[in-house]
């Protein structure tokens, strides 16, 4: 069990899926074409890539499932678009961490400029 409230654990869990989808190069690359061209069935998509159009399916129910996509039906197509809420929480999260360790860093040259100016 940790300390940290429930919803902070579900914001880190969001991340951690968000990171997750994103270490594959296909999955980048399906969210770039779908950024591009605002929304697109799984077989346009495949043919922009040297994967099948059943492995594009795979990639995108990832991505799906860490809120960057969502696929709607339209007649006998699933058409997908980017769903961006997750993509900026992430962002905001490195942000975040960002600004910790650069008032870290501030924090430790401020200590090394006070010891240079102590030393004779």
């Not at 799984?42 to 099948?52: C, I, M, Q, W």
């Amino acid at each position: 069990m940790t300390d940290e409230p429930a919803s902070a654990a579900g914001a880190v869990e969001a991340v951690d899926t968000v990171l997750a989808a994103l270490a594959d190069p296909t999955r980048r690359r399906l969210l770039e074409l779908l950024a591009a061209q605002g929304q697109a069935t799984a077989t346009t998509l495949a043919r922009h890539l040297p994967v099948s159009r059943q492995a594009v399916v795979k990639h995108l129910a990832v991505l799906d499932a860490a809120g960057l996509v969502t696929g709607g039906r339209v007649g006998r197509e699933v058409r997908y678009t980017v769903r961006p809420a997750a993509l900026d929480a992430t962002a905001r999260w490195m942000a975040s961490l960002a600004a910790d360790w650069d008032r870290r860093l501030a924090h430790i040259k401020h200590l090394a400029e006070a010891a240079e100016q102590e030393t004779p």
